[in-house]
């Protein structure tokens, strides 16, 4: 799905940066917390301090409703620190990019979750001048194609809409998933 615009990257010469971790380095963050990240990375993004309690309500809020209200209760402190180190590595990555005299802007490819004001790497960001435009499909809220304003509540600066997709609804998939998992625990 990023191809043309990776394409467009290279044949003008700008450098691509992978912003996320390795699935091995997300697990270990999981199960083993903090430790299990680069300490310089931690220390430059204060991960290692507790996060605003908007910060964690809201990606309680964002994580249960991505699982489809199924998120495990228990698992909810590990996820919302795998979304956070996921959030900062994506912000760092701009700003490692930015710090090269060459370079004057980043932009970042990433889902709405991570591009929010209020919970995404602009939380990491510091000073660096950002315009967060988050992603929407077209439906009854939005009929067209095209570039809108944010409504009340949408965390971001633009939001950019684009044709629906056809696809399943991921929550039956997702409750299937889990039904099959706990059939094969009994």
């Not at 380095?25 to 204060?46: K, M, N, T």
């Not at 909810?76 to 900062?88: C, G, T």
Request: hydrophobic share 50%; proline share 9%.
């Amino acid at each position: 799905a990023y191809r043309p615009v990776v394409a467009v990257a290279l044949d003008h010469g700008l450098p691509v940066l992978a912003a996320d971790w390795p699935m091995a380095d997300r697990r270990a963050l999981s199960q083993d917390g903090w430790q299990a990240l680069p300490a310089e990375f931690v220390a430059r993004f204060g991960l290692d301090q507790p996060a605003a309690s908007a910060v964690v309500d809201g990606l309680t809020a964002a994580i249960t409703a991505g699982h489809c209200g199924h998120a495990p209760e228990a698992a909810l402190p590990a996820m919302i620190r795998v979304q956070r180190a996921r959030d900062a590595g994506i912000a760092g990555a701009a700003l490692d990019a930015l710090a090269r005299p060459d370079i004057d802007q980043a932009l970042i490819i990433a889902g709405s979750g991570h591009v929010r004001r209020d919970l995404g790497a602009p939380l990491y960001l510091g000073d660096a001048a950002v315009l967060a435009v988050g992603l929407a499909e077209t439906g009854a809220d939005d009929p067209e194609p095209g570039l809108r304003d944010p409504r009340p509540g949408e965390p971001f600066d633009l939001v950019w809409v684009a044709e629906a997709q056809p696809r399943e609804d991921p929550c039956i998939a997702f409750k299937a998933a889990l039904e099959a998992m706990n059939t094969a625990q009994k």
